[in-house]
């Protein structure tokens, strides 16, 4: 068989020590990698590359297409973005597939069912990264939601769970309170679970999906959730099955995938030698069934079943009842060399069959129905005269006229105007809406000339949002309590 070109970036704080050990079991279980090295992260980071990722790792990355990679520290601050986000984002890794199980009564767990594989979209939702400080007091981050990026990630999970044996996804939102957005995703996940007849599926508001999968696990298959519940919830999910350091991910996208641990650098034991190599060799054994070495990926995920069985653990999962023999990182890594060629005796043992990676494509274009502009949302940093909305409201209420009437005055979501309640806490962020009388379809220019008036009144407008019909459809939410 040639050898698959693969790119591998050790990383920080551990990355070099679990990175070694990773690569010697694959190695020794006869994968056929041509490896280029890249150097990304923190060192990359010092040099004054605020990206991270210098032009020659990324030559690497498009020639391979694939990456195996350690984890990487961000530093705090100075501007710095995470490398992982504009991986995921520059390459459309749009999914981010994390199994969890748990090794009971091998690996000490309160949890001895767990077997859950959640699916992250990777690439939308607060992770957009747009954010402003907007006045004195308030900033804020854009959550962005397409209906691309939530079919994608909801076809991949049905499918995922089809090719994989899976009987039901749960897809988590907020979308009791994120209507539109979360509302989105909760609706595109029911439409794709109707072409998957032969899977159940579910749906559950976050707060108690993450509360239930905190406590009873077992009630879980497949979860599909936007990029920020996602996160959250996999690491509370892998920690339930006794360590952060056992679960590995695949990021996946149509041309390019990665693949790592799903923990982070972990700076407090770099460079003891004493961390755990699971979480990235599972990430490696996703890769090796990605790149169709299915007999490499199997024979490892059975010999390392077979190490924790036999209870040589590394310290972070070693416990007096349940292991035998307390184990540094290489010599975990030989622990599993040995055992090459074994299966578990009573863990189940893995077969992986040859797939076809799972390719999902926009397919259900979404109908372009009749968009027309019927208002603004004028956002003004205000800071006068008690902060008294019924003064504010006044105030703007002469700025009327050229189809556009101040209806309505929010902060923070609340509406304070008309009708303030003198309880309600106010900011110095004020939301004015404007809107046509009868929701009546407007022009730009009635915008700009509406916006020329706050000017000459002296008002500071931070920002505007344009209120959109789309036919019967409006396209955006009422302010809190209108
Ligand atoms: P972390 O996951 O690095 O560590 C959390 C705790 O778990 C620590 O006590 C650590 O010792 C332990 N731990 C983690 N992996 C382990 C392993 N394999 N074996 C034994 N113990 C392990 O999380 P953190 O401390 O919040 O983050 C440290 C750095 O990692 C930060 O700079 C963060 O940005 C980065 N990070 C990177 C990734 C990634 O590259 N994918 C993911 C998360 C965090």
């Known amino acids: 068989m040639s050898k698959v070109p693969i790119t591998v970036a050790y990383g920080d704080g551990i990355g070099p020590e679990i990175m070694a050990a990773s690569l010697r079991i694959l190695e020794a279980a006869g994968a056929q990698l041509a490896i280029e090295t890249i150097e990304i992260g923190e060192k990359i ?287 975990f890594a030989d622990a599993v060399i040995e055992r090459l060629g074994q299966t578990p005796q009573q863990l189940p043992a893995v077969k992986y069959s040859v797939s076809q990676p799972i390719r999902v494509t926009y397919q259900q274009k979404f109908p372009h129905v009749k968009k027309e502009l019927v208002g603004v949302d004028l956002f003004l940093h205000w800071d006068q005269q008690g902060r008294d909305p019924n003064i504010i409201g006044e105030e703007l209420s002469k700025l009327n006229g050229d189809h556009l009437q101040l209806i309505m005055i929010t902060n923070r979501g609340q509406k304070v105007w008309p009708a303030a309640f003198s309880e309600t806490f106010n900011t110095d962020h004020w939301r004015c809406r404007f809107m046509s009388p009868g929701e009546m379809p407007i022009k730009h220019h009635h915008i700009i000339s509406l916006l020329q008036r706050a000017a000459n009144a002296g008002y500071d407008f931070i920002k505007t949002e344009n209120l959109y019909m789309f036919e019967e459809e409006r396209g955006f939410s009422l302010g809190q309590g209108q």
């Not at 169709?292 to 009842?321: F, M, P």
């Open 45 to 331: 980071f010092l040099t004054g590359n605020t990206s991270g990722i210098p032009e020659k790792a990324w030559e690497s990355i498009k020639r391979t297409g694939i990456i195996y990679k350690g984890p990487i520290t961000t530093p705090q601050g100075g501007g710095f973005k995470s490398i992982n986000v504009t991986i995921r984002k520059t390459l459309g890794l749009y999914s981010n597939v994390r199994p969890v199980m748990s090794y009971y009564p091998f690996i000490d767990t309160r949890f001895h069912k767990v077997d859950i594989v959640i699916i992250r979209e990777n690439e939308e939702d607060l992770y957009a990264g747009i954010e402003h400080r907007q006045t004195h007091e308030v900033y804020q981050t854009l959550k962005l939601i397409s209906r691309p990026g939530s079919e994608r990630i909801n076809r991949y999970a049905f499918e995922y769970a089809q090719q994989n044996g899976r009987k039901k996804v749960t897809c988590f939102t907020k979308d009791n309170i994120m209507k539109m957005t979360d509302g989105l995703f909760h609706k595109v996940f029911n439409e794709i679970a109707a072409q998957y007849p032969e899977i159940e599926h579910e749906h559950k508001i976050i707060d108690i999906g993450a509360a239930r999968a905190a406590t009873r696990p077992e009630d879980f298959d497949v979860i599909v959730m936007p990029n920020l519940y996602g996160d959250v919830v996999s690491d509370i999910v892998a920690e339930l099955t006794g360590s952060v350091g056992l679960a590995g991910s695949a990021n996946v996208g149509d041309k390019y995938a990665m693949f790592e641990a799903i923990h982070g650098s972990a700076p407090d034991i770099a460079g003891m030698g004493i961390a755990n190599p699971s979480g990235l060799l599972l990430g490696g054994v996703m890769m090796m069934v990605h790149i169709g070495q299915n007999d490499v990926a199997e024979k490892v995920h059975n010999a390392w079943l077979k190490t924790i069985e036999d209870g040589i653990h590394t310290g972070d999962i070693y416990r007096d009842s349940t292991s035998k023999q307390r184990v540094n990182t290489e010599a």
